[in-house]
């Protein structure tokens, strides 16, 4: 969800890659709350994060515990940012709740990069 966000607010200004500690395939619930919100990420793929990813990043994000805790040692110049945020493929409950915390996450995160989005911003001006 943080990556359809970048791309969709962030626009040309930003480029965007998303991976992870572990590979899982892309949530259907995440996909549908997203488009919800008019972001497409149903061609997203779940992928890796190698040395070369974060040589190249200006910016390292991670959004649960498990990656904040495993992230590589990062070079001289990447800035990173933890958002622990509760991951709502761990919610439990019938599905009314189960897409209640989706959704909530998914507000949360476009919180987040609309933030981070509007603080580059000013870096840049």
């Known amino acids: 969800m943080a990556e359809g966000w970048a791309r969709a607010l962030g626009g040309e200004l930003v480029v965007v890659a998303s ?45 649960c515990g498990d990656a904040h805790d495993h992230c590589p040692v990062l070079p001289p110049g990447v800035e990173k940012r933890h958002w622990p945020l509760a991951d709502p493929a761990r919610a439990t409950g019938d599905e009314t709740a189960v897409m ?26």
């Open 19 to 63: 991976a992870g500690i572990e590979a899982h395939g892309l949530n259907p619930r995440a996909v549908a709350v997203m488009a919800e919100a008019g972001v497409d990420i149903g061609d997203h793929r779940s992928t890796l994060v190698t040395p070369a990813m974060v040589a190249a990043a200006d910016w390292v994000i991670t959004l």
């Open 100 to 125: 209640a915390s989706f959704r909530a996450s998914r507000d949360a995160i476009r919180a987040r990069v609309a933030a981070l989005l509007a603080e580059l911003n000013q870096r840049d001006e």
